[in-house]
């Protein structure tokens, strides 16, 4: 069965620190691949989204993600964080144009002072 | 502005007191969908539609039900609530089901 792991529940990092969070997936083929972002009390952003093309692409807020065929992941990455990307990160697979959307867990980003 | 609203955004009721979520969309999407979020559980699709009048479940459909009369509307119903229905709900649209998704601010229910 598809499925999309997220393999850290929690993660913390110090202000001004580089960031990695961790997205897996399973699906024989190359899905439609979504970053979003919920902080505290507010609904899910879109910060990035993979269907083709450059394995590199770059989202708001200054995050970025790669699709890494080989690996089956698309991890989220962020050169230096700031106090207000406290939030919880979903990375999503959207299977084919007419399939669902699977969503991960989630990975609950803490930024230390 | 595109957006997607949901009424009420907070909601106490008591257990068995039917309770209707609106959801709505000015962006045109012909796909809607219910999500709910629990700690440690991610979002989980409840239902969701494809066009009006057709609407298909997700993963955890039990105790709800949903209705697409009108494009823009979707909402979702419970008959009768109970305590394992409290939870964070989600309403989202979108151009396609598997396609970026636009999320409501999200209605925060408590059953007791």
């Known amino acids: 069965a598809q499925s999309v792991t997220q393999p850290d529940i929690h993660i913390t990092v110090s202000e001004g620190a580089s960031l990695e969070l961790r997205c897996n997936y399973s699906?024989?083929?190359?899905?439609?691949l979504f970053w979003y972002v919920q902080s505290p009390g507010q609904g899910l952003q879109l910060l990035l989204k993979y269907f083709s093309g450059d394995t590199l692409v770059q989202g708001i807020k200054g995050f970025e993600a790669e699709f890494k065929r080989s690996q089956s992941s698309f991890n989220l990455r962020k050169p230096s964080v700031h106090w207000s990307d406290a939030a919880e990160y979903f990375c999503a697979v959207g299977l084919n144009r007419d399939d669902k959307i699977i969503f991960g867990k989630g990975t609950r980003l803490h930024i230390l002072p | 502005e595109a957006q997607v609203t949901q009424n009420p955004r907070y909601l106490i009721t008591v257990t068995g007191k039917k309770l209707t979520v609106t959801c709505s969309q000015n962006m045109n999407h012909e796909y809607m969908s219910w999500y709910r979020q629990d700690p440690g559980l991610g979002l989980r699709q409840i239902y969701y539609?494809?066009?009006?009048?057709?609407?298909d479940k997700g993963d955890v459909p039990e105790g709800y039900k949903v209705s697409r009369k009108e494009k823009r509307n979707f909402p979702l119903i419970l008959e009768s609530p109970s305590p394992n229905q409290t939870s964070l709900y989600f309403c989202?649209?979108?151009?396609?089901?598997?396609?970026?998704?636009?999320f409501g601010p999200g209605t925060r229910l408590t059953v007791t």
């Open positions: 989202a649209s979108s151009f396609s089901l598997s396609y970026e998704q636009y």
């Open positions: 699906y024989g083929a190359t899905p439609y």
């Open positions: 539609s494809m066009n009006v009048e057709v609407t």
